[in-house]
């Protein structure tokens, strides 16, 4: 009961403040808070998954290439660079005059030395399948870099401008190793790294020595992890956050009413979906897998768990994915579900678990909806909403396909390259297997997995298109996933925050960040 | 030569007036508005806990109109419509059956094995006693609630395993009351009469002592009703106990987080049935000590 009465409590206190402090700014000036949902789990950014850790990472980090807030890649630490005929040999000049925050160089051998570590097997980093097409990286000259890739790889540039693909000082790597550069990041992004307090915020202060003239525009950053949704709209409304993301949906209305906020609603190229475990029963059959996509009530998904902040599903990649190919959404009909269901030998249905790998409220909902949805067809699925420790141990790490627990599994995707490559391979091709990527369908297709890969190896972008359609066909086909909605993406700043976006994958652009007044 | 005696008027008053146990209980507690407001409220509870299957205007699970998301209470929804559909007058209804039953099986339970535990440390007392003192000194160092989510932890998450960890916590209370009382009990004289006419341990205990702690552990399982339920409700609304689309209580209040900032009827009525339940259990309780303790009388 305490927890209850501490929410209660929690949020009466917020609504107080609200009425309140409406109007009184609570902070120093351009000092600004920024709300995010959780928490990072560490500051390399070549150890993580999670989207939003890279947003809090690319305050300190830059890359040879970045991505603007519509996901265009635009050069960064790079200034331009040429590929050979093969497609093998990419040459880049380095922007000069770009320093460390502890002072070093940015050069050709930084580039190296950090590509070089991520490279290496030994470090066990999780990004290490978004690099290993690379053969050797030469520093040819003090500003120029020479990387031979093994094989074509088309979606290289995207790679290179994702956030993980962060340039490390080789003297901090040196200093504080592999491990513990996580808790020290040391780049040449805008801030130089101050504080880390594990669950409450997360400090940088401005680099006096940024390279690019005039930037950043404020003195520090603070991200702030609040994981209660609720919690996160009241820290908005009382002026104690200038930004937050993710925002509860059913907040959106109360929020869009507030003239001290700026709300935001963009397109997303976030897809939220089932994946069925097809190395089990009943998840092996076809018919079963194409009745569960005929039983979910897509439209009304969209309604009761994002409060109309999701479209159903066009396919497997989401528009405005490069090579995304957009299909006609599963038709509701869940008369055809049963139908299907006793085809395959399940009259009255049958029992299985249906697991979230997110705790958040619209998560909740989702799978109790979900719940609901298959219950009228006679399927009872068990739901639980997996904790990050859990999702990892039960799920992403799971050491041997054969006795994976996953069974029915909502989860969600963004393709932070922006590129058909890292919204397929790392979920459904044969190679991305837990334990290591997140194919937890334990999907399989020989057709899919070649098309793939020699979608990669093409470097024109017709053939391209036509490789990836001919894949997203066959998945749809194979039914590995029940595809649900795209999600929109909703956030909201104070009238005095500028220049900070969410992009479409649910990173975040703060490089205009500025604070009037 | 028959003498007629007149008959006393005092005597026959008191011959239509015995004072049973019982009379006496009932004399105390009718007296008492309160108690008797709550025992009429426990019984109306019971009575449609009991019948909820068969009133409710719908399918507390499987009845849900996407067109009426989070609406207000109206005519066809008593109290309104939860966030994914759900008629919520008829989810409390079914959720009373859940807490009442929850409630009243976990006390049960617990007052069983500390009642046990309680008269064989009381009575035999010695290395008997010291042990289950001392365990119930150490299950008594936690507060009940971090008990019970310990034991759910371990036993994992389920409506029975919630009855389980709410009765151990009721365990140690238990016992501590029946001990002190047996304490108190077996040097009576009457028990000392029934021991030198060479009756068992077994029959003293039971036949016994066991009825003379019969009020306090009455009074005492009421109180802790209450409790119960509120343990068990807080246990699912940290998503430990009933799981979805159960309608427990607490895992609806659970439910209505994201939502009752604009719609709070989604709370408030799951929070009210709690409550009032807890608050009726209470005061019930309160009625039944006034109403049993030989020492209160306030005629």
């Given at each position: 009961?305490?927890?209850l009465l501490?929410?209660g409590r929690?949020l009466?206190l917020g609504?107080l403040?609200?009425?309140a402090l409406g109007?009184?700014p ?7 808070v920024l709300a995010?949902?959780?928490?990072p ?7 993580t ?10 305050s300190?980090y830059?890359g040879l ?8 890649v635009?050069p960064v630490?790079a200034?331009?660079?040429?590929v050979?005929?093969d497609?093998?040999v990419?040459t880049?000049k380095?922007r000069e005059g ?10 050709s051998?930084?580039?190296?030395v950090?590509?070089e570590?991520?490279?290496n097997?030994?470090?066990k980093l999780l990004r ?5 097409r690379i053969?050797?990286?030469?520093a040819t000259?003090p500003h120029?870099?020479?990387?031979t890739?093994?094989e074509?790889?088309?979606a290289f540039?995207n790679?290179?401008a ?10 901090a790597l ?12 040391v780049g ?11 669950t409450d915020?997360?400090k940088?202060?401005k680099?006096?020595g940024?390279w690019k003239?005039g930037?950043p ?7 702030k992890?609040?994981p209660?949704?609720n919690?996160?709209a ?6 104690e956050?200038?930004?937050a993301f993710t925002?509860p ?6 929020l869009?009413?507030n003239?001290?906020l700026?709300?935001t ?8 979906y089932?994946s069925?475990?097809?190395l ?13 996509n005929?039983?979910?009530?897509k439209e009304?998904?969209a309604?009761?768990?994002f409060?109309?902040?999701?479209a159903?599903a ?6 405005g994915v490069a ?6 959404p599963w038709?509701?009909?869940p008369a ?6 006793k085809?395959?030998?399940?009259p009255?249905?049958f029992?299985?678990?249906l697991?979230s ?7 909740q909902k989702?799978?109790?909806f ?8 006679g399927?009872k699925v068990?739901?639980?909403a ?5 999702r990892t141990?039960?799920?992403n790490?799971?050491p041997?396909?054969q006795?994976a ?9 963004s393709s932070s390259?922006?590129?058909?490559d890292?919204a397929?391979?790392p979920?459904?091709?044969?190679e ?5 990527l997140?194919n937890?369908?334990y ?11 020699k ?5 024109k972008?017709d053939?391209k298109?036509?490789?990836y359609?001919q894949?997203?066909?066959q998945?749809m ?5 029940a595809?649900?909605?795209t999600?929109?993406i909703?956030?909201?700043t104070?009238?005095?925050l ?7 994958d649910?990173?975040i652009?703060?490089?205009?960040i500025?604070?009037?007044? | ?11 026959a008053?008191?011959s239509?007036?015995?004072?049973t146990?019982?009379?006496?209980f009932w004399?105390k507690?009718?007296k008492?508005?309160v108690a ?5 409220f426990?019984a109306?509870l ?12 719908y399918?507390?699970e499987?009845?849900?109109?996407y067109?009426?998301l989070?609406a207000?209470?109206s005519?066809?929804?008593w ?11 008829s989810r409390?209804?079914m959720?009373?059956r859940?807490?009442?039953a929850t ?8 007052g069983?094995?500390?009642t046990?535990l ?12 010291r042990i289950?003192m001392?365990?119930?000194?150490v299950?008594?160092a936690?507060?009940g609630?971090?008990?019970a ?10 409506m029975i395993n919630?009855v389980?960890?709410v009765?151990?916590?009721s365990?140690?209370a238990f016992?501590?009351l ?8 077996k040097h009576m004289?009457y028990i000392e ?5 060479g009756?068992?341990d ?5 036949r016994h002592?066991?009825p003379?702690t ?7 399982f009421t109180m802790r009703l ?5 343990t068990a409700?807080?246990?699912s609304?940290l998503g430990?106990?009933a799981?979805p689309p159960?309608p427990e ?5 659970n ?5 009752m ?18 608050l009726?259990f ?7 000590r006034d109403a049993l303790?030989p ?5």
């Amino acid at each position: 009961m305490k927890t209850l009465l501490h929410r209660g409590r929690r949020l009466a206190l917020g609504l107080l403040a609200v009425m309140a402090l409406g109007a009184t700014p609570a902070l120093a000036e351009k000092d600004p808070v920024l709300a995010i949902s959780n928490p990072p789990e560490t500051l390399d950014p070549y150890n993580t998954n999670t989207t939003l850790t890279t947003a809090v990472t690319k305050s300190f980090y830059e890359g040879l290439f970045g991505f603007d807030k519509d996901l265009k890649v635009q050069p960064v630490l790079a200034e331009s660079y040429t590929v050979s005929d093969d497609g093998l040999v990419y040459t880049f000049k380095l922007r000069e005059g770009v320093k460390f925050h502890d002072g070093t160089d940015f050069n050709s051998e930084a580039v190296k030395v950090t590509l070089e570590r991520v490279l290496n097997p030994d470090n066990k980093l999780l990004r290490y399948n978004q690099f290993n097409r690379i053969e050797k990286v030469e520093a040819t000259a003090p500003h120029e870099v020479k990387i031979t890739l093994k094989e074509p790889f088309s979606a290289f540039i995207n790679s290179l401008a994702h956030a993980s693909a962060a340039m490390l000082s080789p003297a901090a790597l040196a200093k504080y190793g592999n491990k513990d550069i996580a808790l020290h990041p040391v780049g040449t992004g805008p801030f130089v790294f101050e504080d880390w307090k594990q669950t409450d915020y997360i400090k940088g202060r401005k680099f006096d020595g940024y390279w690019k003239a005039g930037y950043p525009k404020i003195d520090s950053i603070t991200w702030k992890p609040v994981p209660e949704n609720n919690t996160r709209a009241a820290m908005l409304q009382t002026g104690e956050a200038d930004f937050a993301f993710t925002l509860p949906y059913e907040q959106a209305a109360a929020l869009e009413a507030n003239d001290k906020l700026n709300v935001t609603t963009a397109p997303s190229i976030i897809l939220r979906y089932v994946s069925f475990n097809m190395l089990h029963k009943p998840f092996d059959d076809l018919r079963v897998r194409q009745a569960i996509n005929y039983a979910i009530n897509k439209e009304a998904l969209a309604k009761v768990a994002f409060n109309g902040f999701a479209a159903p599903a066009q396919g497997i990649v989401p528009e405005g994915v490069a090579f995304a190919y957009k299909m006609d959404p599963w038709p509701y009909d869940p008369a055809k579900a049963r139908e299907l269901l006793k085809e395959a030998g399940y009259p009255d249905g049958f029992e299985s678990t249906l697991w979230s790998g997110y705790t958040t409220t619209t998560a909740q909902k989702t799978i109790q909806f979900l719940q609901q949805q298959l219950a009228q067809v006679g399927i009872k699925v068990q739901i639980q909403a997996l904790e990050p420790g859990q999702r990892t141990e039960l799920v992403n790490a799971w050491p041997d396909p054969q006795t994976a627990k996953v069974r029915m599994y909502y989860i969600g995707w963004s393709s932070s390259t922006g590129e058909a490559d890292w919204a397929l391979r790392p979920l459904l091709s044969t190679e991305a297997w837990p334990p290591g990527l997140s194919n937890t369908s334990y999907y399989s297709n020989k057709t899919v997995d070649e098309l793939l890969a020699k979608a990669l190896r093409t470097t024109k972008d017709d053939e391209k298109t036509d490789l990836y359609r001919q894949a997203q066909e066959q998945i749809m086909k194979d039914a590995p996933w029940a595809p649900l909605v795209t999600e929109k993406i909703l956030y909201a700043t104070s009238q005095r925050l500028s220049g900070i976006y969410v992009q479409p994958d649910g990173n975040i652009d703060a490089s205009e960040i500025a604070v009037s007044e | 030569m028959t003498q007629t005696v007149p008959l006393d008027p005092g005597t026959a008053a008191a011959s239509e007036t015995v004072r049973t146990p019982w009379s006496e209980f009932w004399r105390k507690f009718r007296k008492q508005p309160v108690a008797l407001t709550a025992l009429a409220f426990v019984a109306l509870l019971i009575v449609l806990a009991v019948l909820a299957p068969w009133i409710v205007p719908y399918d507390a699970e499987n009845y849900f109109d996407y067109d009426q998301l989070n609406a207000g209470p109206s005519w066809s929804h008593w109290l309104g419509v939860d966030p994914l559909g759900r008629d919520i007058f008829s989810r409390i209804l079914m959720g009373a059956r859940i807490s009442l039953a929850t409630g009243i099986l976990s006390v049960a339970l617990g007052g069983l094995v500390g009642t046990a535990l309680g008269l064989l440390a009381g009575y035999y007392e010695g290395w008997w006693d010291r042990i289950v003192m001392r365990i119930s000194d150490v299950l008594f160092a936690f507060p009940g609630i971090l008990l019970a989510i310990g034991v759910v932890a371990i036993l994992g998450s389920s409506m029975i395993n919630v009855v389980v960890a709410v009765s151990v916590f009721s365990v140690p209370a238990f016992a501590r009351l029946v001990r002190g009382n047996t304490l108190v009990l077996k040097h009576m004289t009457y028990i000392e009469a029934v021991k030198s006419i060479g009756a068992s341990d077994w029959t003293i205990l039971v036949r016994h002592i066991l009825p003379g702690t019969i009020s306090s552990i009455v009074v005492y399982f009421t109180m802790r009703l209450g409790t119960s339920i509120i343990t068990a409700a807080s246990l699912s609304f940290l998503g430990m106990g009933a799981q979805p689309p159960t309608p427990e209580w607490g895992a609806m209040l659970n439910d209505a987080r994201a939502d009752m900032v604009n719609a709070p009827h989604v709370a408030l009525f799951p929070s009210l049935a709690i409550f009032f339940t807890v608050l009726a259990f209470n005061l019930l309780g309160d009625g039944l000590r006034d109403a049993l303790d030989p020492k209160i009388d306030r005629t």
